[in-house]
């Protein structure tokens, strides 16, 4: 029967302890404001699953998808400026 007990030390060389990085956290503090206009508009669809839709609701879910499309566009244009590129 083979040991395992020398592979074991490979395996376990970098132990991973579960927290982001440094560099995922700085991303997602470049998301989040199209995380939030992502979560608002998914609260104003939420609010008419089980109603019907009137005009404010409506309005409400237009406005979050302008937000979602605002927040995608300032994203793209801040990554675009950082690396370099034209927006």
């Known amino acids: 029967m083979l040991s395992i ?3 074991q030390a490979v395996v ?21 404001p199209l995380i939030l206009a ?14 019907p839709v009137t005009k404010l609701d409506e309005r409400r879910i237009r406005r979050a998808r302008h937000r ?4 995608r566009r300032d994203l793209t244009n801040r990554a675009a400026v950082q690396s370099g590129g034209a927006a």
């Open 5 to 7: 007990a020398a592979l």
């Open 12 to 32: 376990t060389a970098t132990p991973f302890d579960g927290e982001p990085s440094n560099a995922e956290l700085n991303a997602i503090e470049n998301e989040m």
């Open 38 to 51: 992502d979560v608002e508009l998914l609260d104003a669809v939420i609010k008419t699953l089980d109603r």
């Open 68 to 71: 979602v499309v605002a927040a």
